[in-house]
RNA sequence: GCCCAGGUAGUAUAGUUCGGUCUAGUAUGUACGGCUGUCGCCCGUAGGACCCGGGUCCGAAUCCCGGCCUGGGCGCCA
């Protein structure tokens, strides 16, 4: 097939800009065929681009014979331009179609596409990421990954204007930062290296200086994991601000939540209508549990968990159900938390640490953050891990470091509870987890 | 790392219990033909599959063993 040139063709309009307004302007329209509907005498070609979709309108008898020539060889997800009248009518549901006079062909697809794009026969998860481009072409992935987006840009306009820098930290580290989590190595010029699983060092100690700082970025953890929430690269918000506690995060953090679902509610309602999912927008202040709480309410529930342990999974499965929003779980015991959180001056067993739990699922971890150096050589002691190792990053500890306080978000985690996904993959573009490594 | 479930056309599924007209059914997609108002268009025709290897048996998609692959759960966490 010959392929036209896009030559000096501009882009009017996008479909979704296309309204009963322009009737019988002519506009210029680019993207790809969703589908063809060919009734004999007249054919209905629908005109897909990353706002929406159009119908195209061609009566078989009334049209040009080149535009006629050229709708017969398009076929499901060419890429291609249509020059063409909008013409007003009842019989679309937008209340609008284009009559084409001049079609230009960029590309062909093949003719048995990978998955059904038309809905009728959805592909299971697995199909859909081996041919992952041609299944992001459709309206719930577009729909998905456009909250992310606004969820994203509400988040840093917001963090702007409260103060917070934003910062990129090395991704490449020379060794553990947390221990724990397992990390994955890289040869960095002979020396070995590791992928960091988290910005959380380097952000406090940022905020000797920036006092307010925060950073959206991947991170790698190469934990085995195998659930529905987990990846192996995984985009992660943090924030870390100096001259603040764990209560002045927490209510911080809670007005990004609120923020975020306010402005992807208002800016995002064809993508939420799309997706079916009616996004509840949370008031302030969200509902704080004490860790003690958590226990007694499981024990209502017939889940006892000794004081001290972790919360299983199972356990907070049983915490969705009574709490099936946001609320925040804080007071956890010192030893479950990480190094460098905040024990209680008043009940040093009990720590500044908090999670910030949707259902079942761990959406934000923070705290207090240990700011004397004494102490936190103490912790990493008591975690069993190697001042030593550590040099680097005590230093700063130094140099006058401040109270400070932070907390880490999962991006494709709040973009699961904002479009209502149940599984990460879905709202990961390409996503890594312990099977998957293409494409 | 541990546990469970499952691999049937491009996609999604029926059939596996209890082996036998299964010559493997259906939907959708694809190809071809027909149709002037579709919007999950419709009608007709065609082509298209039992994960791999071994075993039991007169006979295996079905039962057994091994392998590979996938999904999900746990642990860990964002």
């Not at 049209?63 to 890429?79: G, N």
């Not at 099936?324 to 804080?330: D, G, K, V």
């Not at 030593?388 to 306080?405: I, R, T, V, W």
Request: hydrophobic share 40%; with cysteine.
């Amino acid at each position: 097939m010959n392929l036209d040139s896009i030559g000096d063709w501009t882009r009017t309009h996008y479909t979704s800009q296309v309204t009963p307004e322009l009737d019988s302007q002519e506009v210029t329209l680019f993207g790809w065929v969703q589908d063809v509907r060919d009734l004999g005498g007249i054919r209905f070609i629908i005109l897909q681009d990353r706002e929406g979709t159009i119908q195209l309108t061609i009566p078989k008898k009334r049209v040009l014979p080149e535009v006629l020539t050229k709708s017969d060889l398009l076929q499901k997800r060419f890429s291609f331009g249509v020059k063409g009248n909008v013409k007003k009518t009842t019989m679309t549901s937008r209340g609008i179609e284009v009559i084409p006079a001049a079609i230009k062909i960029f590309n062909v697809a093949t003719e048995q596409l990978p998955i059904d794009i038309t809905g009728k026969t959805p592909a299971l998860i697995e199909a859909r990421l081996d041919a992952r481009p041609l299944d992001l072409t459709q309206e719930q992935s577009l729909a998905t990954f456009k909250v992310q987006h606004t969820a994203l840009e509400a988040i840093r306009s917001f963090l702007f204007k409260k103060d917070f820098l934003e910062v990129h930290t090395p991704r490449i580290i020379a060794s553990a930062t947390e221990g724990g989590a397992e990390l994955f190595s890289v040869d960095y010029f002979g020396q070995k290296a590791y992928l960091a699983q988290s910005p959380q060092l380097y952000k406090e100690e940022l905020t000797l200086s920036f006092e307010r700082v925060f950073e959206v970025g991947p991170f790698f953890r190469a934990e085995e994991s195998h659930t529905r929430r987990h990846l192996s690269e995984f985009t992660s918000i943090d924030i870390e601000a100096a001259f603040a506690n764990a209560t002045d995060v927490m209510a911080l953090l809670e007005q990004v939540i609120n923020h975020v679902c306010t402005v992807v509610k208002e800016k995002c309602a064809n993508e939420l209508t799309l997706l079916k999912h009616n996004l509840e927008v949370p008031t302030i202040p969200f509902k704080r549990l004490t860790y003690d709480q958590v226990l007694e309410d499981l024990k209502q529930h017939d889940v006892t968990i000794p004081w001290g342990e972790d919360i299983p999974t199972e356990a907070f499965r049983v915490l969705g159900e009574i709490y099936p929003y946001f609320y925040f779980i804080t007071d956890w015991p010192t030893h479950a938390k990480a190094f460098y959180i905040k024990p209680r001056e008043d009940k040093p067993e009990v720590s500044e640490g908090f999670d910030l739990m949707h259902s079942y699922i761990e959406l934000v971890s923070g705290g207090t953050r240990i700011s004397q150096k004494e102490q936190l050589i103490q912790r990493l002691q008591e975690k069993g891990l190697n001042p030593e190792s550590f040099k680097c990053h005590l230093q700063a500890y130094d140099y006058g470091m401040p109270p400070h306080a932070g907390w880490g978000m999962g991006l494709e985690r709040l973009t699961m509870i904002l479009t209502d996904n149940k599984n990460i993959r879905e709202v990961t573009l390409y996503p890594r987890d312990r099977v998957r490594l293409t494409p």
